[in-house]
Every structure is written in structure tokens, then in C-alpha cells.
């Protein structure tokens, strides 16, 4: 039995990417190794042994915190009848969670009724059930100095790439010439910060290529 650092559970609607404005239940794991200079989760990226702590402080909190408890699949699972929640969209986010094998995770949610999606950054072997939907967000030079995975983006739902100048297109564009995608792959672009040069780039390029764009809906509405 696999058990997972859990950092958070919470309830509320999906922000970002394919599934925007959907509920969903999102499960946070700790640890994170890329090291993104924009990220807004860095009390993810330590799973330090002197901050586990028990389950139900994990649980449907409103503060961001470094620390984690340890749950199997089947507790994760159990939570969310626990707090009463009725979204029937599980993301699986970090962190980074696909430092771990989510296969066990992926199966019971699904066997329960559950759609199920993972988000990454590409740059670990994706262990999780065909079924899920995979939202790989490919972080490119990052300081962890991780290189984004060719299987990744091949198992790639959908791919979401994070956009501040017209240098992250162009490598966006190599990580594309050289990857062999799903003929129904979903390209996204996600502007960084809402900083409004990136949103202009995005929009722009995503009229040329009919692309998506993804623009963080929840940061707009100050929600989770």
C-alpha cells in the first residue's frame, strides 16, 4: 500500500487549462525538485520529516503551510466523504506528483465514480491509470535543471505551457517539433503572473495556431 505526503485537500473550481470552471477536489502532494522562479506553491517543494503531521490538519485548510501528513489512497479517498464534498473531479497537483506513483490513487478514484487529472511539469515518468487526463505544464531551464520528458508529452492530454515573452513560445516550439503527441492533444497558453504583455503574446499566438488560452481564472476571482 502506497502511502502519499499529502500537503492539502480543498474543494473548489478548476482555474485553470481544459477544465476551467469545473469543481473539483484537489489533492496537493509535497515535494517539488524543478524549482520554477514564478511559483506560487514553494511550501511544496520540502518533505521535511519534522513537518508531518496528522491527517485532519490537511484537510480543507485556508493557510498555505509546509507541512505534510502521510495518506494512503484509501484515507484520501475517505476525506472527501469526511468534508462533505460533492465535486466528483479529482486533480492531482504538488508539488510535483508525479515524484510518485499515482496508479494506486488514480484507480480507487476512478473505481468510485471519479474523473481524475494530474498535473505536472513533465520532467518525471508519468505513473497513473489510462483513464486520467494528463495536464503536463513542460518547465523549461528551471533551476532544478530537470529535463521535460519526450514520454511525458507524449502522454499528454492536454499540454499547458506557462508564457512570459516570446522566448517560451520558442521552446515551447522545440519541445513540439521533436515530441511524438496524441493526434487530440490540447495546447494551452497560460500567461505568467497575469502580467498583460504575456496575455497580449498568448492571445496573439493562440489566434494564429488555434490554440487555447489559459488565463488562471481563479487568481481573477481570488479563490484557491
Not at 511524438?180 to 490540447?186: A, H, K
Amino acid at each position: 500500500m502506497i502511502h502519499y505526503p499529502i500537503n492539502e485537500i480543498f474543494q473548489t473550481i478548476q482555474g485553470e487549462g481544459c477544465y476551467t470552471g469545473l469543481p473539483a477536489i484537489f489533492v496537493r502532494l509535497q515535494g517539488c525538485p524543478v524549482g520554477c522562479p514564478w511559483c506560487d506553491t514553494r511550501h511544496t517543494w520540502v518533505v521535511d520529516p519534522a513537518r508531518q503531521v496528522p491527517s485532519r490538519q490537511v484537510m480543507d485548510r485556508s493557510n498555505e503551510s509546509d507541512a505534510w501528513s502521510s495518506m494512503s489512497a484509501g484515507e484520501i479517498l475517505d476525506a472527501f466523504a469526511r468534508l462533505g464534498y460533492t465535486a466528483r473531479h479529482v486533480v492531482i497537483t504538488g508539488g510535483e506528483p508525479c515524484l510518485y506513483d499515482l496508479r494506486e490513487l488514480s484507480r480507487l478514484l476512478l473505481a468510485n465514480g471519479y474523473t481524475v487529472q494530474v498535473e505536472t511539469s513533465g520532467t518525471h515518468a508519468i505513473l497513473v491509470q489510462d483513464e486520467a487526463w494528463v495536464t503536463v505544464s513542460p518547465k523549461i531551464g528551471m533551476k532544478g535543471g530537470l529535463p521535460v520528458l519526450p514520454e511525458a508529452l507524449a502522454r499528454a492530454n492536454e499540454i499547458k505551457h506557462p508564457v512570459a515573452t516570446a522566448r517560451h513560445i520558442d521552446e515551447l516550439d522545440e519541445l513540439l517539433h521533436f515530441a511524438s503527441l496524441r493526434p487530440d492533444v490540447q495546447i494551452a497558453l497560460q500567461p505568467i503572473s497575469q502580467k498583460k504583455h504575456a496575455t497580449e503574446l498568448a492571445m496573439r499566438v493562440c489566434v494564429e495556431r488555434h490554440w487555447r488560452l489559459s488565463v488562471q481564472m481563479h487568481k481573477y476571482l481570488d479563490i484557491d
